[in-house]
């Protein structure tokens, strides 16, 4: 009899472990563990969530930390504020916000299989699609929006501009300008 198991999913490394990373996964995570600070505990928290792909750049993360926007352990913070293992960073992000607890400290940005070992998410689930109405989106091939279309989509998005039905117009009985009665050329 053949010591070996006939069934070729017996042999697959994630059926004996199922926790067990995935073998590039696994290189990447020794990669991004080599790459984090050596003998610091901290990392800017702008570049964290840059790093575990939470914004799509640093300067967006830095920006959303001047705005007040990213929380650490309950308090807004600066860019420059260091985040440690087991601290909660609150972001808010495109409407939603973001719940995380860091587990890994990492400084270069890493692919999405990485980043998700780097943080233990506990953010609410993103509302339903149909909860999110869009303002202003026209059915295919109906052409160009009309003035009246414009306007009616600008009511629905609350902008008021200069040229917006509540905006500023032409004074009654001035003209377009110069001397009260004076003939236009």
């Given at each position: 009899m053949?010591?070996?198991?006939?069934?070729?999913?017996s042999l697959d490394p994630k059926s004996l472990d199922p926790k067990a990373p995935d073998p590039k996964v696994?290189?990447?995570i020794a990669a991004a563990e080599a790459a984090s600070p050596q003998g610091a505990s901290t990392?800017?928290?702008?570049?964290?969530?840059?790093?575990?792909?939470?914004?799509?750049?640093?300067?967006?993360?830095?920006?959303?930390?001047?705005?007040?926007?990213?929380?650490?352990?309950?308090?807004?913070?600066?860019?420059a504020?260091?985040?440690?293992?087991?601290?909660?960073?609150?972001?808010?992000h495109e409407?939603?916000?973001?719940?995380?607890?860091?587990?890994?400290?990492?400084?270069?940005?890493?692919?999405?299989?990485v980043a998700t070992q780097c943080y233990i998410d506990n953010s609410p689930p993103p509302p339903p699609r149909e909860a999110v109405a869009p303002a202003g989106i026209r059915d295919r091939g109906a052409g160009r929006p009309t003035k009246r279309d414009r306007r009616e989509m600008e009511?629905?998005?609350?902008?008021?501009?200069p040229g917006s039905v509540s905006g500023p117009g032409p004074v009654p009985g001035k003209g377009f300008g110069g001397a009260p009665g004076t003939p236009r050329p």
């Open positions: 053949d010591p070996r198991p006939s069934d070729r999913k696994a290189a990447a990392v800017r928290v702008d570049s964290w969530i840059w790093s575990v792909r939470l914004v799509k750049t640093r300067s967006m993360g830095a920006t959303a930390c001047r705005g007040g926007h990213v929380r650490v352990n309950g308090e807004r913070v600066k860019p504020h260091g985040v440690r293992v087991g601290d909660e960073v609150r972001l808010r409407g939603r916000e973001r719940v995380v607890v860091v587990t890994r400290l990492i400084r270069k940005r890493v692919g999405p299989p009511r629905l998005r609350g902008v008021t501009g």
